[in-house]
């Protein structure tokens, strides 16, 4: 990263912070808690669950390559699909780097290969989005009763870019 580049945060976002290990496996344990029954011990309650959170849950505990005891599948697709919704990255050159990676990281390895893979596994979520303009000069979001607006008024930037062919 070049470092004369100067991080904004005019919306009042917080920074974001790498989880360590210890919270990724206490995130993961209150997801499994949630999905299984208190009554039986664990290998019963993950036999009695639907697949898809079957999936979830051995996904959460396959390590992305044998030996690699930091990422497992599920941490690796979520870490790679943020930096992906963050950085910008298109579907193609986010599957081209998954099949860097995938070449890259010793034989076995589990990371998928392609934008829409990881698009079906996290679909299992659903946990939906909604796509929020922003001003180009980083200082309003175009949302809740402002919605509706094309320019932002104390900037005077332009909600939508302008063709100057047209």
Known sequence: MDPTYTNWFHHGERLISNVDTTNKMKIFNLFEAAHTNEEHNK?????????????????????LYLGNEKYTNLSSIVTLYKFKTISGWSNNSFTELLNILHDMLPEGNVIPTSTICIGKFLKTFDLG?????????DCYLFRNDKKELDSYPKCGSLRWKVDKQT
Not at 43 to 63: F, G, H, M, Q, Y
Not at 129 to 137: E, G, R
């Open 129 to 137: 989005y909604q796509k929020i303009h922003a001003c180009v000069n």
């Open 43 to 63: 290998e019963v309650c993950e036999e009695n669950l639907d697949d898809d959170i079957s999936r979830l849950v051995k996904d959460a505990k396959t390590p």
